[in-house]
Every structure is written in C-alpha cells, then in structure tokens.
C-alpha cells in the first residue's frame, strides 16, 4: 500500500500523504519516489489545474525526513547523494507549472516544512497541535531541502534566522504572524479552504505578502544591512554555543551564501554542509541523545509488567518545601489534579504553593500552556496548616487515609 | 417540587480589605474562585454534585459581566454546572442565596454554591460620553479627513474619565447622604453612633482573637499578593471613643454626624456559602449547619429614607417564617452605617411607625444587645458589596450552633430603597 493518494476533486488534484503503519508521516525514499510520480501527472495531465498537499494523519503533517535513512549514512558522498535527491524533489515541486497549495494540520517540521516552502500557499490550522520549524540544527544538521534559502526569501532575513538558528518550532499563531503560513483555519476547512486557494491560483491569482515593514526591507534589501545582520547572528550564535557545534554556523554561511550568489548557489552550499555534518561526530552525538530522550519518554520508570494507570484526581502533599510542592507543580501541570499542600505553618504553605505556581508560570510562558489553562490550573493549588494548631478542624481532616477512594493520592514529606 | 427544606451546609469567606490595600491586585473573580476552591475543600465536596452557581456583585467589570460563570468553570467542577451572577446591590450575595434557595426548592437543584465577590480596587473606569461617541465614529469614519475632522473635534475635558459614584441614580443622592439625613430626620446623635461603631470594632476584634471569626476565613497563600492574608484589615482594636469623636462628618462637614469611623469602608472581599436540599444533604452525609426558614424583601421610595428597607423586610420574613420577633436567638444585621443600622432598630422598636408605617398595632420587637451582631459588622469588618450576604449568612448559621439557637435572623439594606431580611433555623 502506498503513502500517498492522488484524487482529482474538480480540477485541483489532493494529494494526500498518510504513510502506512506510522503514527507520523516521515519522508523516505518510497515517499519520495510516489511524490514524484505524482508530480508528473500534475504536470501532464491538462486536466488538472492545481494542487494540495494535505496530510491523512490526526495531528501530523510530515514530522520530517526519516531519521532512519539519515542515520545509515555512512560517508560524506552518500549523504551528498541523500541532500542532492530531497533538493531536486522539492525544486520539482516549484516547477510542475501548477499551483501546489500545502495544507498543514499538526506537526510540520524538517523536510516537511521544507516541502510546504516550496509550496505556492501555505494554509495552516490554528490548532494548539500545529506547530512548522526547521529543527535540523538541533540534530547537528541543517535545512538542506532548500530551507536556507526559500524561508528568508518568504519572511526576511532576520525572522528566518530566528527560526532556523534556534531550531525551535513555531506555534500556528506565530507561523502566521511572521508569514510562513499565509492563513489560519478551523481544521473543518482546511482542506475547503486549501482547495479554494488552489482554483484561485490556477485561475491567475497572486497572493500578497507583505513582510517586515519599511524599517525592515530598508535594512534587509541592501547589502550592508545584510553584512550587518549576518555578523551580529553569528556573534549571538558563538556565544550561545561557545563554538561548540557547527551546525548554525553552517546554516549561517548557507543563507548568506545564497543570498549573495542565488538560490542554486545557496542549495549547493546547504548540500555540502549538511553532507560534512551528517556523518560528523556532533550529529552523531546528538541524534542519539535524541533517541534516548525519545526512549525515556516511553519509558514507565517502573521495571518489570507495568501496573494499569490510575486517574488520580486529587492529592494530599504533607510538607510544603521543595519536595511537596515540585510534586504539587507536577501534579497540578500533568495530572491536573486538585492538590491540598499541608505544613506546619501557612508561610510555609504559601511558599509551596507559590514554587509550585512557579512550576505554572514557566510552562505558560513558553507558550506550553494558555493563560486560560494557567488560571484554571493554578486554581487546583490550595493549602492548609497541618491538623495540629488549626482552630477548626475541617472534614477533610476528619477522613482516615484508609478511607479515602482509590483515587485520591497522599504524599508525606516530613520536614 | 421539593418538599424538604434547603439547607446551609458550609460557608467561607477571603479576609475582607479595605480597597486598595492588601487584595487590590486580585480580581473579584480570582477572591471569588478562592473562597469557592477554599470551601470545596473544607467541606470535601465532590465537584461532581454541584448542580448550579448564583453570585452577588454590585459593581461587576464590563470584562467579566458574569463573574458566577467563571468560578464554575473552576478545575474542581464539571463544565456543566450553569451559573448566573445577580445584582440586588448590596444583598446581592443574600439574593444569590435565596435564589439558590428557589431552585433547590423547586427541585432544580439539589447542591447550589452562592455567594458574592466584589473588587472596589478594581471598579471600571469609564470614558466619557464624548469620549466613547468619538471611539465609536472613528471606527465608522472612512477618510483620513474625516479622521482628521474627529481628532480635532475633541477637548481637553472629553479625557476625563468618569468613575461610577455609590449614588443613587434616580435620586443623585450618595448613600453617605441618606445615612447623614436618616440621622437628623430619626435624631440619632454623633455619640450614639461613635458607641455603636466602637461596639462594632471591639466586637469582631474579639472574634477574631478567640478564632471564630477567622475559622470562616479561607487565607490568601501568595499568587500576586506579599505573605499570607488571614485577617479582616478593618478591624481596630486601638481605637476609642475620643479618637472616634475627632473625625470630621464626611457628607455634611458643617452639621453632620456621619464619618469615615462610623461608616463602612470600601472593602475588597468574596464569600460562598454551600447549600444542600435536606435530603442531599443527608445521602451525601452532611451535617448541616442550619436551615432557611424564609425570606423577604422590601423597596421602598429612594428619596424617602433609603436605607430603612430592613425594617419593613424583617416583619415580611417574620411572618413568613410564621415566628415571632421574640423566638429569635440571634440577629446579624448589616452595617452600612451606624446611623442606618440605629434608625432601622428605631423603627423595629417603634409602635408608632408599625402603626403608621405597616397597619401594626404592636412594634416589632426590642433590640437584645447580647444577640445582636455578635461578632460585630460591616462598619468594622468591611462591606464588600456583593460578598457582605454570605459573610452574614456563615456567620449567623455558624454562631446559631455554637450557641445552639433556634432562630436567627439576617438583615441588609441595599441601594434603591431596598431591605432584605432571611430567617434562618435548626432542626
């Protein structure tokens, strides 16, 4: 069974991408080869006009390249090989002489991303699931499918090495603000929508795209504002690193490269770095810390048959301080369970609480969680003086452990 | 229907501060959703079994117009529990309670939370007229001329913004004003009601000493605010009666009687109170503290003594009580003003003003000082407008079984011309 579909709805092909067997889309050679194909009829057949790239998965679009075909390579001359097969793709894709509208639901990342670049018109879902980067220098590559040089020439130089730099994937909502995607959806009418840009496209239409304001285009569209960007990111990147990974560094030379010598100049640059890097020690390195971190995360922590999951919906922490009230953060931000923080003194509640609602604050702040959830969580968080000294004793007290439902959860820290 | 009573199972409260001192970084919403998600716990409520939310607020942001909502949407309850938020001034908690009250009555709820939450740190500040009108055509205007043309249509006084004022709208007249003429038109003097605010502030300073007044306090742990709140800020217990009789009257500087220290100050705060049908409150295997008898309501004209709507209230709830004033055991009334509070106790104790006023040929009853806000009222305590019902109704049901009494009653005048009086009992 293959992993993509090709259906012709009124003109416009949907090109649906849904590998077998995966919980994710990744881009393998047989992607690769099926996408191809497709292609070709989209540039042969006359009946179609237009197309959409749209994923078949609930929450992914293509999460990137297969990081198994990555791994296997085993010298500098086969990675070239891998680099120069994923960039003529994607040039492909730019040269079908057909509108291609990308339609991103969930996940985008990688080649994925770099596969929606090369896309006419990016529509995205505003869901919290969607999120598009690059992250390759986070595996001690970089975008080498065109990345380097379509993301600047789409949003500006300097919001592009943002995004590539720092590798970190970006939220729908900023996506949109910076201009990689060029709508926001309901997911309902994402494919209706995307179908929509695709006619409009074929029938002549060309979308505006507005990006960086005046100041912006003044610093960016001329030389020495570029030399000036360029020696201020790589500055900001040394001392991030400590010139420790190369892999920024190469992204860096691989923008400017193409921007001072053109795209087909910047795709052979990306090539050959990302050729020397992936079979480089740093990659090697950080590919398997990214395994293992995989591995933990499945992990149970538990050894042996893994005990059914009980839905703990509310938790006795005995001892406010470092402890208690981390695992009253955790337990309020993961389990959103309802937690009672108990110490000898209130002070020494309201300091638990408030490490705990620390715990809150950052996940909010790294856009981890919405202002919304964070108000509500936060209101999981209350505390009282231990049962001796309180002038009232309250029902809960009252209820032996032995007592309470399998469902609530006691944790005694004595300090 | 439901036959059984409706009962007051728990209740809790934030401490009450004055506005703009230790709470005036807290929305009404945010002291509201503490002292529901303290009473939650105190209580050990399952969430699952609230049916329904009504709380009080007087002088609600244009943000948030229904507070109730967004305290049922608390973590610790299902997303189905409806809630509306009601206005009846400053019995708008008592309104809540009541109106939880019917719906447990009329058996469409079983568990109702109500309470109150008012924020006078954070009241709306409005544009002007002008002002708005301008914000509104320029969203309209279509050319930069007549953008232009707007912009400099504008005056310097058209950015002043307006504050809502505690005023009557229909009269103008400030509630400090009614209290000043209630206390010429009833002769209540300047020492009279120094004592009674002095009793006020010696009485909750007590309660709160012995703890029966902050065993009803749900504390403030951090979240915006600086160390732990678990005291009323309002209460003295420095003060005295010389110090009282310095203060300058507020509302009318030259004749007046009326000040700052015999009054209610303007006070940040939130209470909620639980209620349970009798009979979910026996399966669900609650003791509850005590049961609502009845309830009434008065209004009267506003530019006739505004704040005497108690006096005609509490006979309402007596008679639909079907009790006497004598069987009640303790009496919480509401402190506005000491002026107010005196004039109401004039009123009950008059047998002219029954006759005049009600057709009654005997007063109502004579004032028991030792049952009277036993752990002193609003003047020293605070007055949060829309939580000020649910701190009396802890409050008096809470002292109903320390003293084990059967009746008590629960009084509050609210703007309007409006009294609200309740009848609360034990088995």
């Given at each position: 069974m293959g992993a993509l579909t090709l259906k012709v709805l009124d003109g416009i092909a949907r090109i649906s991408l849904?590998?077998?067997?995966?919980?994710?889309?990744?881009?393998?050679?047989?992607?690769?080869?099926?996408?191809?194909?497709?292609?070709?009829?989209?540039?042969?057949?006359?009946?179609?006009?237009?197309?959409?790239?749209?994923?078949?998965?609930?929450?992914?679009?293509?999460?990137?390249?297969?990081i198994g075909e990555f791994v296997s390579l085993r010298n500098r001359d086969e990675a070239l090989a891998l680099v120069r097969v994923g960039q003529q793709l994607v040039e492909r894709m730019t040269t079908v002489g057909k509108p291609i509208v990308a339609a991103i639901h969930g996940t985008c990342l990688g080649g994925g991303l770099e596969a929606a670049l090369a896309c006419t018109y990016r529509v995205a879902t505003e869901s919290p699931d969607t999120a598009v980067g690059l992250p390759e220098v986070q595996l001690g590559i970089i975008p080498a499918a065109g990345g380097c040089q379509r993301l600047p020439r789409l949003i500006g130089l300097r919001a592009a090495l943002d995004v590539i730099l720092a590798g970190k994937p970006l939220k729908a909502k900023q996506a949109f603000r910076r201009g990689v995607v060029d709508e926001l959806v309901h997911p309902k009418i994402l494919e209706e929508v995307a179908l929509g840009a695709a006619k409009r496209l074929a029938d002549g239409w060309r979308p505006r795209r507005a990006r960086g304001g005046i100041t912006g285009r003044l610093i960016e569209n001329n030389a020495i504002g570029q030399r000036l960007i360029f020696s201020q990111a790589r500055k900001a990147v040394i001392k991030k690193t400590g010139g420790h990974y190369p892999a920024p560094l190469a992204a860096l030379e691989a923008i400017e490269h193409g921007i001072k010598y053109g795209i087909s100049a910047g795709l052979d640059c990306e090539a050959a770095h990302f050729a020397e890097l992936a079979v480089g020690d740093v990659s090697r390195e950080l590919v398997q810390i990214f395994f293992a971190t995989k591995a933990l995360k499945k992990d149970s922590g538990v050894a042996g048959d893994v005990p059914d999951a009980v839905v703990v919906d509310s938790v006795a922490v005995v001892g406010a301080g470092f402890m208690g009230s981390a695992i009253a953060g955790v337990a309020v931000a993961k389990a959103k369970a309802d937690v009672r923080l108990r110490d000898t003194s209130l002070d020494a509640v309201a300091r638990g609480i408030e490490n705990a609602r620390t715990n809150l604050r950052r996940r909010l702040k790294q856009g981890r969680m919405s202002k919304y959830e964070f108000d509500r969580l936060q209101a999981l968080l209350s505390g009282s003086r231990s049962n001796k000294g309180s002038s009232r004793p309250s029902r809960l007290r009252s209820v032996p452990s032995a007592s309470l439902p399998p469902t609530r959860a006691r944790f005694r820290f004595p300090e | 229907m439901n036959n059984g009573r409706v009962a007051v199972v728990a209740g809790c409260r934030t401490p009450f501060c004055r506005a703009g001192t230790a709470l005036k970084d807290m929305s009404a919403v945010d002291l509201a959703r503490l002292a529901v998600v303290e009473l939650v716990h105190r209580a050990n409520l399952d969430g699952d079994v609230v049916d329904e939310m009504y709380f009080g607020q007087v002088v609600a942001s244009p943000l948030v117009p229904n507070l109730a909502r967004e305290v049922s949407l608390l973590p610790q309850f299902p997303k189905h529990v409806a809630a509306a938020s009601v206005n009846r001034a400053c019995s708008s908690a008592n309104q809540a309670i009541a109106q939880g009250h019917d719906q447990i009555k009329l058996g469409h709820a079983s568990v109702v939370i109500a309470g109150g939450a008012e924020s006078l740190s954070n009241i709306p500040i409005l544009h002007s007229r002008r002002f708005s009108e301008f914000l509104v055509r320029m969203s309209r205007a279509k050319s930069l001329g007549q953008r232009l043309g707007l912009v400099a249509s504008l005056r310097p006084r058209d950015f002043v913004p307006v504050a809502p004022a505690i005023a009557e709208p229909s009269t103008g007249e400030s509630m400090g004003q009614s209290a000043e003429k209630m206390a010429k038109l009833n002769d209540i003097s300047r020492d009279d009601q120094d004592r009674f605010a002095l009793r006020s502030h010696r009485l909750a300073h007590a309660g709160t000493e012995d703890g029966r007044i902050t065993a009803e306090i749900a504390p403030i742990l951090g979240g915006g605010i600086d160390g732990?709140?678990?005291?009323?800020?309002?209460?003295?217990?420095?003060?005295?009666?010389?110090?009282?009789?310095?203060?300058?009257?507020?509302?009318?500087?030259?004749?007046?009687?009326?000040?700052?220290?015999?009054?209610?100050?303007?006070?940040?705060?939130?209470?909620?109170?639980?209620?349970?049908?009798?009979?979910?409150?026996?399966?669900?295997g609650y003791q509850p503290l005590a049961f609502i008898r009845s309830y009434a309501v008065a209004a009267l004209d506003p530019a006739d003594q505004l704040l005497q709507g108690p006096a005609y209230a509490i006979p309402k709830a007596l008679d639909r009580?079907?009790?006497?004033?004598?069987?009640?055991?303790?009496?919480?009334?509401?402190?506005?003003?000491?002026?107010?509070?005196?004039?109401?106790?004039?009123?009950?104790?008059?047998?002219?003003?029954?006759?005049?006023?009600?057709?009654?040929?005997?007063?109502?009853?004579?004032?028991?000082?030792?049952?009277?806000?036993?752990?002193?009222?609003?003047?020293?305590?605070?007055?949060?407008?829309?939580?000020?019902?649910?701190?009396?109704?802890?409050?008096?049901?809470?002292?109903?079984?320390?003293?084990?009494m059967q009746f008590g009653l629960i009084s509050v005048c609210a703007q309007g011309g409006m009294g609200f009086a309740m009848v609360l009992e034990r088995s």
């Open positions: 849904d590998v077998p067997g995966e919980l994710v889309n990744t881009v393998s050679r047989s992607v690769r080869a099926e996408l191809e194909a497709h292609l070709d009829t989209l540039q042969t057949n006359s009946a179609i006009r237009g197309a959409i790239l749209i994923s078949g998965k609930p929450d992914n679009f293509i999460v990137g390249a297969d | 732990v709140i678990t005291q009323d800020n309002g209460i003295r217990q420095d003060t005295d009666l010389q110090r009282l009789a310095q203060l300058k009257p507020v509302f009318d500087k030259r004749y007046g009687s009326v000040t700052a220290a015999n009054s209610s100050p303007l006070t940040d705060g939130a209470s909620a109170v639980l209620l349970m049908s009798e009979d979910a409150a026996r399966s669900l009580a079907g009790i006497d004033w004598s069987e009640l055991g303790l009496v919480e009334m509401h402190e506005a003003f000491a002026a107010q509070v005196l004039s109401n106790i004039q009123a009950l104790e008059s047998r002219q003003w029954a006759e005049a006023k009600l057709g009654r040929a005997r007063a109502i009853g004579d004032i028991n000082w030792e049952t009277l806000n036993v752990m002193g009222g609003s003047i020293a305590i605070g007055h949060p407008f829309g939580a000020t019902g649910g701190r009396i109704t802890v409050t008096l049901a809470n002292e109903m079984q320390q003293r084990d």
